[in-house]
């Protein structure tokens, strides 16, 4: 599956509970931010956010407090492009942050 293809799918399935999907799919024909720029040209780190992306929709699944995983997300989202500005430190972010969900 093409990977914009895959994104919108995981989006699609998180975006029915109201979290920020959009921020998990970024435009790749005009990427915003440097997070997004890196996502856009490197294919494992768009595929560690694709990990990333399916433990938090199946960490939405199990938990029993969605809104306070969405908004952990979220903070972690914000987080993510204040702390890493290339590929190593974005796969180890998305590494252990698929780590941390699948705990859930």
């Given at each position: 599956?093409?990977?914009?293809a895959?994104?919108?799918l995981i989006?699609?399935?998180?975006g029915?509970?109201?979290?920020s999907a959009?921020?998990?799919?970024?435009?790749?024909?005009?990427?915003k931010?440097?997070?997004?720029?890196?996502l856009?040209?490197n294919?494992?780190?768009?595929?560690?956010?694709?990990?990333?992306?399916?433990?938090?929709?199946?960490?939405?699944n199990?938990?029993s407090?969605?809104?306070?995983?969405?908004?952990?997300?979220?903070?972690?989202?914000?987080?993510?492009?204040?702390a890493?500005?290339?590929?190593?430190?974005?796969?180890?972010?998305?590494?252990?942050?698929?780590?941390?969900?699948?705990?859930?």
């Open positions: 599956m093409h990977r914009h895959f994104l919108l989006a699609g399935a998180v029915l509970t109201g979290a959009a921020r998990a799919v970024p435009d790749c024909s005009k990427p931010t440097k997070v997004e720029w890196l856009c040209s294919d494992r780190l768009a595929a560690a956010e694709q990990r990333m992306a399916l433990a938090f929709r199946e960490a939405l199990r938990t407090d969605r809104k306070a995983l969405i908004k952990e997300q979220n903070e972690w989202s914000e987080r993510l492009s204040d890493c500005n290339d590929v190593p430190c974005l796969m180890q972010a998305y590494r252990e942050r698929t780590e941390e969900l699948q705990t859930y």
